[in-house]
């Protein structure tokens, strides 16, 4: 996982709420075997209508995703962040998120931000009427600002720390390994061996 300490771009204003992780990528795509891939499937079934706003030229290299309440709900799918990062996506903006999508965001560096239902409204109204208008989300000081927003936002210290380190569970892991290793050496040999 990279570090990451800020988002800055483009946004793409979807603003639909209890958008489900089926929704986010759906069932079929579940096929692959690696975490890579998954952004050409993302809001797939959407992205037939062509008034869809992700099928619009002005929001292309959005890296900021404007989302409405409870985003990421239904199953615990790993593979809708995938597909949101795959696609080109920093950050995602809402209201509120389902707790296991929001989970499985900070586990590869993608940034779920929970912002006051007003300010997520003041930002989708930016963003539809000038699709260039960029937002910062800035993680070192838990802060979004676009225009007629400076919102600061609430993550623990602790998932902070790992996304701006880019410390995934593996590599969190391998931070004690020196310890690990001492911990193996001290058990007695008739026990099993982990590494």
Same mark, same amino acid.
């Given at each position: 996982?990279?570090?990451?300490?800020?988002?800055?771009?483009?946004a793409?204003?979807?603003?639909?709420?209890?958008?489900?992780?089926?929704?986010?990528?759906p069932?079929?795509?579940?096929?692959?075997?690696?975490?890579t891939?998954?952004?050409?499937f993302?809001?797939s079934?959407?992205?037939?209508?062509?008034?869809?706003?992700?099928? +619009?030229?002005?929001?292309?290299?959005?890296?900021?995703?404007?989302?409405?309440?409870?985003?990421?709900?239904?199953?615990?799918?790993?593979?809708?962040?995938?597909?949101?990062?795959?696609?080109?996506?920093?950050?995602?903006?809402?209201?509120?998120?389902?707790?296991i999508? +929001?989970?499985?965001?900070?586990?590869?560096?993608l940034?779920?931000?929970?912002?006051?239902?007003?300010?997520?409204?003041k930002l989708?109204?930016?963003v539809?009427?000038?699709?260039?208008?960029?937002?910062?989300?800035?993680?070192?000081?838990?802060?979004?600002?676009?225009?007629?927003v400076?919102?600061?936002?609430?993550?623990d210290?602790?998932?902070?720390?790992?996304?701006?380190?880019?410390?995934?569970?593996?590599?969190?892991?391998?931070t004690?390994?020196?310890?690990?290793?001492?911990?193996?050496?001290?058990r007695?040999?008739y026990?099993? +061996?982990?590494?």
């Amino acid at each position: 996982m990279q570090p990451v300490e800020r988002v800055v771009g483009k946004a793409l204003p979807l603003g639909w709420s209890d958008v489900d992780t089926d929704q986010i990528v759906p069932s079929d795509a579940l096929k692959r075997i690696e975490r890579t891939g998954f952004g050409q499937f993302l809001f797939s079934q959407w992205r037939e209508d062509p008034e869809f706003v992700m099928n +619009k030229a002005e929001h292309e290299d959005a890296v900021i995703l404007i989302a409405g309440e409870n985003f990421g709900s239904g199953s615990s799918r790993e593979h809708a962040p995938w597909a949101i990062q795959d696609y080109g996506f920093g950050a995602v903006i809402a209201p509120s998120f389902a707790d296991i999508f +929001k989970n499985n965001c900070s586990k590869i560096g993608l940034l779920a931000v929970e912002l006051p239902g007003e300010a997520v409204e003041k930002l989708l109204e930016a963003v539809r009427e000038d699709p260039a208008t960029e937002i910062t989300v800035e993680l070192t000081e838990r802060i979004v600002t676009g225009p007629n927003v400076y919102e600061t936002f609430e993550m623990d210290d602790f998932t902070r720390q790992r996304l701006m380190e880019g410390l995934d569970d593996i590599s969190l892991t391998l931070t004690h390994e020196d310890d690990l290793e001492t911990f193996e050496k001290s058990r007695p040999s008739y026990l099993p +061996k982990v590494f």
